[in-house]
């Protein structure tokens, strides 16, 4: 049964397996605080070594020398000596006593006990002299912490897209964790010493503000493992006392037991988690070669899907072969592991766009909700796939939860009012992407609604003002660019609009384009015919806008065009 153990400055607690002095966590190996609860138990007894090694390391063949190296460093961090017993006495050719007073209480009745920790998030970890190539290690570990952590039912993970961005969050990581509105807080370093890999970690209890324990993990660099693993038991103890059987099982699985792959995996997640093109294409080579090593490891054939859904939402790659290969490799994840909750969202929003088979995205949403009820990209996305079926009210509701699950992400917040303005809620949507935009001014997706609501609205000047930023920022992505023109020819700027109506096409000389982001501009124009020639390809093509056609404001001009109804139909959107 748990207890809480209290000598003098010092809290031990066997549920939490912490040590504390006056409320700090103390850094202690597993293995001293091991030692440490034996001689608890029996304080005041002497307990002999034979015992003490039988205990701690039970069918383990060991030397004095280990018991004696613990028992040293146990002293250390009790700030007690050999020389001066103030806490555990030698007894010669005997073993060992604990020498203050002890009182042992219930878990219940200790002092200040907190209500459970139910959300947690994991900072990435601080590299210490690590070289460029390494660092990677920092936010894969906690990347590693944040996927094993996400298979326990009743536990809030933040994800891995708003804990990227605590590098411009407040220093104290009280004040971090409370921003990412979590009751817990994960955050440590990371070294690499010659063969060895050193990880210092502590978790936070963020409401009390105080350590919950803290302590240090060394093993050989190759076995990061081992260091993952006992960390994850760790966490997942001190959060959840009481696992399941269901979430034990999950929480131990390991998608490859080949130290090569997993870092390959890592490096590749290190990678897409910039979101750029050239970061996206290298993270694709690390999945790979992850998969090279291990053709059975289920997440880096996740990895590859994901790499492809953004490569083709973000206009980077004709998005009908981008969802091709993005399916490939989501079935294949989950004929490995049927569990990867992500892996059915992902087929879920193929399945939307660009399949059009909303009776199969369907099922592939309600399965991933079903596996992982707390993830927000899960959310996020069927929050775009509702609103493609014109159920607007629920659009909303998901995307709120999204940024309820994940509050600091840029995109999600920036989706509550994407589903706003699709639900023709212009004045709120316009509040809620200045309230995105107060937390990172140039993020170009939010400057894109704001152009949009402002059209509908009656500011065109505020609109172009507001897709131009749009494009800047993006790097000249061809949707904003296109939004940005048909923006200028509505405002009556009919030169400018068509100068990159110019810059469009010549690019669709040299390499992909989105063809809806055309077929939008000449709509603008008022070229009617070429505008759905255009959007004809981006149905072909399977461009991720024409799946909003029903309910997007800005295809309203086109509405009453035969050619409308075709594409509607083509769309399966009837």
């Not at 939860?401 to 840029?410: G, T």
């Amino acid at each position: 049964m748990p207890v809480v153990y209290e000598f003098g400055p010092f809290q031990f607690d066997t549920a939490r397996f912490g040590l504390l002095r006056n409320g700090e966590a103390v850094p202690v190996s597993p293995k001293a605080k091991d030692v440490l609860r034996v001689l608890l138990e029996r304080s005041g007894q002497v307990v002999e070594k034979e015992d003490l090694m039988n205990l701690v390391w039970p069918d383990t063949a060991v030397e004095d020398a280990n018991l004696t190296q613990t028992i040293f460093m146990l002293r250390k961090a009790l700030d007690a000596s050999r020389d001066h017993p103030s806490y555990i006495a030698t007894v010669a050719r005997r073993g060992y006593r604990f020498l203050p007073e002890v009182r042992a209480l219930a878990p219940s009745t200790a002092a200040d006990r907190p209500t459970p920790l139910e959300s947690v998030a994991v900072l990435p970890f601080a590299t210490l002299g690590m070289p460029p190539d390494e660092e990677y290690l920092g936010l894969g570990l906690a990347d590693a912490l944040i996927t094993r952590l996400s298979n326990i039912a009743n536990l809030q993970v933040r994800p891995t897209s708003t804990i990227r961005q605590s590098a411009t969050l407040p220093p104290n990581i009280v004040a971090i964790g409370r921003l990412l509105r979590v009751d817990a807080l994960v955050e440590g370093t990371i070294q690499h010493l010659a063969e060895r890999i050193r990880v210092t970690v502590q978790l936070v209890d963020v409401r009390s503000g105080t350590p919950v324990w803290a302590e240090r993990f060394e093993e050989r660099f190759n076995d990061l493992f081992a260091v993952q693993d006992a960390m994850t038991q760790r966490i997942a103890a001190s959060l959840v006392p009481r696992l399941t059987r269901a979430d034990a099982v999950r929480l131990a699985n390991r998608s490859t037991t080949n130290p090569a792959a997993h870092r390959e995996y890592l490096k590749g997640r290190y990678h897409w988690n910039k979101r750029t093109g050239d970061g996206v294409r290298r993270s694709l080579d690390h999945f790979r070669t992850a998969i090279a090593i291990d053709p059975a490891y289920a997440l880096a054939y996740l990895g590859i899907a994901d790499c492809y859904v953004v490569l083709g939402h973000y206009g980077w790659w004709m998005p009908r072969q981008a969802a091709s290969a993005a399916r490939a490799a989501a079935l294949r994840a989950l004929e490995l592991d049927e569990t990867l909750a992500t892996a059915h969202a992902t087929l879920g929003t193929i399945y939307t766009a660009p399949d059009c088979d909303w009776d199969g995205a369907a099922r592939a949403f309600r399965r991933a909700i079903e596996l992982a009820p707390n993830d927000a990209k899960t959310r996020n996305w069927y929050a775009n796939h509702l609103a493609c079926l014109g159920r607007l009210d629920e659009a909303v509701s998901q995307a709120t939860r999204a940024v309820d699950l994940d509050p600091l992400n840029l995109t999600w917040n920036m989706g509550i009012g994407h589903m706003l303005y699709l639900a023709r809620r212009f004045e709120e949507a316009i509040e809620q992407e200045r309230r995105t935009l107060d937390m990172d001014d140039r993020f170009a997706q939010a400057y894109w609604i704001l152009g949009l609501c402002s059209e509908q609205i009656g500011r065109p000047a505020d609109a172009v003002e507001a897709l131009r930023r749009a494009a800047d920022l993006s790097g000249g992505n061809p949707l904003l660019t296109g939004l940005f023109a048909r923006a200028c020819a509505l405002a009556g700027h009919a030169r400018e609009a068509r100068a990159a109506l110019a810059t469009l096409l010549a690019d669709n000389r040299s390499r992909y384009v989105a063809a809806d982001a055309v077929g939008l501009t000449y709509a603008g124009l008022g070229d009617i015919d070429e505008a759905f020639d255009w959007l004809d390809v981006a149905a072909e093509h399977g461009c991720y806008s024409l799946t909003f056609l029903q309910v997007s404001p800005v295809f309203d001009p086109l509405r009453g065009h035969a050619r409308f109804a075709r594409l509607v139909r083509t769309l399966h959107l009837t």
